[in-house]
């Protein structure tokens, strides 16, 4: 039980660290090897890592493969960032159900 405990903090606490920051594609570094999602004037979303960038097209790597993107296409462009509030929050509640766990099975008396 302790085991299945942790494990499935762990899977909850690491699951979404991360959130997405709407960003000018102009500002963007293409050395930094950035995680972007981008949003088509279709509506499609595409996620990858930056490869390369020019006036006319955004080249994304998507789990090796390379997805060529129009710039008269792209709508909206998101940069992966690290969120600390999100990771504490996380940290915080699963910390206290692992309390709140152990003081009800009886471990910590």
């Known amino acids: 039980m302790k085991k299945l405990s942790v494990l499935i ?3 909850i606490l ?4 991360f959130s997405y920051k709407t960003v000018d594609i102009n500002s963007i570094a293409i050395d930094k090897k950035q995680k972007i999602e981008v949003k088509g004037i279709g ?3 595409m996620k ?3 490869v390369f960038k020019n006036e ?3 080249t994304l790597d998507n789990n090796g493969q390379l997805q ?3 710039m ?5 462009v998101k940069v992966r960032k690290f969120s600390i509030f999100k990771t504490a929050i996380r940290f915080a509640a699963i910390y206290g159900l ?6 009800s099975a009886g471990d910590l008396n």
């Not at 690491?14 to 660290?17: A, I, P, T, V, W």
Request: charged share 10%; glycine share 6%.
């Open 9 to 11: 903090s762990f899977s």
């Open 14 to 17: 690491f699951q979404s660290c």
């Open 43 to 45: 509506g499609t979303n």
């Open 48 to 50: 990858g890592t930056l």
């Open 56 to 58: 006319q097209i955004l």
């Open 68 to 70: 060529k993107i129009p």
């Open 72 to 76: 008269s296409e792209i709508n909206e």
């Open 98 to 103: 692992l309390v709140v766990f152990a003081l």
